[in-house]
C-alpha cells in the first residue's frame, strides 16, 4: 500500500466520509445549528457546511477538537484517540 497512491487516496476519501457523515449525525444529534457548531470551534458556518458536504477537509485540528468535544460519541474507526498507556519519548513525542 505504501507505494500505491491509488489505495491510499481510496482510504483516505472513505475516512473523510465518515468523518463528514459522523459531524452531521452528531451535530443533530445534539441539536446544534452548522452556525452553533461554527461558534464553538471558532470557524464560519460556511466552514462546517463545506466539511458535512465534502467541499473542504478538516485539519487533524478540528478532528480532534470535535473528539474533545463530543467525547466518544464522535469516533472513527480507522483513529485512534485513547491516550493510555503512551509515554514521551525522549524527543517528547508520544510513544505506546
Known amino acids: 500500500m505504501k507505494n500505491d497512491a491509488f489505495a491510499r487516496k481510496q482510504r483516505i476519501n472513505k475516512l473523510m466520509g465518515r468523518l463528514q457523515c459522523n459531524l452531521?449525525?452528531?451535530?443533530y444529534k445534539n441539536k446544534l445549528s452548522q452556525a452553533q457548531l461554527a461558534a464553538k470551534l471558532n470557524v464560519d458556518q460556511s466552514t462546517i457546511s463545506n466539511f458535512e458536504s465534502g467541499r473542504s477537509v478538516m485539519t487533524i485540528e478540528?478532528?480532534?477538537e470535535l473528539y474533545l468535544m463530543f467525547g466518544e460519541?464522535?469516533?472513527?474507526?480507522?483513529?485512534?484517540?485513547s491516550e493510555q498507556n503512551k509515554t514521551k519519548n525522549k524527543d517528547g513525542c508520544l510513544q505506546e
Do not use: T
Not at 452531521?24 to 451535530?27: C, D, E, F, H, K
Not at 460519541?73 to 484517540?81: G, K, V, Y
Open 73 to 81: 460519541d464522535f469516533s472513527c474507526p480507522d483513529i485512534l484517540f
Open 62 to 64: 478540528h478532528v480532534y
Open 24 to 27: 452531521r449525525n452528531l451535530r
